[in-house]
């Protein structure tokens, strides 16, 4: 079964939410995560039509692919925005985002995602010398036509991924592991600890039991409240046959919404 950078990504955030996608994916409920990455995607196509203006116009031009792709025996899939040829049996690896600075928290962490690329390229075959992201420079003022060298700038950050190799290559294995399961626990996701913002998009179909609207809408809730409202949640939940059903929780929902 392919994995890929962004399939990776959604393991990151929640694995059930990935199982899900691949192994039923008539019942997956394409959602927020899904539009925030064909987001990305766009925004980072944009970008890399000024990379690709820049490098072609360099001396070592020739040096430099685009939408190189990198596949393993186990179904790693990566296709790398650019890469150098270096002549001495190694390559580098660009990333090319839409952002302004390297990205290393919240939602999308750009050192994640070089590492998963850097991985791959290597497992399939390929030296990895250094990596790095491209990103806009936001000091950067237009005046006339867009000038490339001014836009960009290339941040090496191969010492960055350096140091989430390791951690990044077990989350791999065990995405890997997790996606040869025919079947998996469905009665709830990791999500649950987690604020709204960053519940999966399929938070209801495996916490079907929380109420709508829940203390999951208030704001700047504390991850300590989220923990009391779960675990009163789950105490008054019985099953009827084989489906969950929430029994009211009375006094105790009230003391976390």
């Not at 890399?48 to 692919?65: H, P």
């Not at 040869?180 to 495996?206: A, M, P, V, W």
């Amino acid at each position: 079964m392919q994995i890929s950078k962004t399939d990776f990504i959604q393991y990151l955030g929640c694995p059930k939410s990935l199982w899900l996608l691949k192994h039923k994916p008539d019942q997956y409920p394409h959602g927020e995560f899904s539009d925030y990455m064909k987001k990305l995607t766009a925004e980072g196509y944009e970008v890399e039509a000024y990379v690709r203006q820049l490098l072609k116009s360099q001396a070592d031009a020739g040096t430099y692919s685009f939408q190189s792709i990198f596949q393993t025996d186990r179904g790693l899939y990566a296709k790398a925005d650019v890469t150098r040829d270096n002549g001495d049996g190694t390559i580098n690896l660009y990333e090319v985002k839409s952002s302004t600075s390297v990205k290393s928290d919240g939602k999308h962490d750009q050192i994640k995602d070089a590492a998963f690329q850097k991985i791959v390229a290597e497992e399939a075959g390929w030296k990895v010398a250094r990596v790095f992201i491209v990103h806009l420079n936001k000091e950067y003022v237009r005046k006339g036509d867009i000038d490339p060298k001014a836009l960009l700038v290339f941040a090496e950050v191969t010492s960055e991924v350096a140091e989430v190799e390791a951690e990044t290559q077990v989350e791999i294995d065990n995405a890997v592991t997790l996606l040869s399961q025919q079947g998996i626990d469905e009665s709830s996701c990791s999500c649950l600890s987690l604020t709204k913002t960053n519940h999966c998009d399929s938070f209801r179909y495996f916490n079907p039991v929380i109420p709508s609207p829940s203390i999951y809408s208030l704001p700047r809730i504390s991850k300590a409240k989220i923990a009391g409202f779960v675990r009163s949640v789950f105490a008054a939940t019985r099953f009827v046959g084989d489906e969950p059903t929430l029994m009211p929780l009375g006094q105790a929902e009230g003391d976390y919404v």
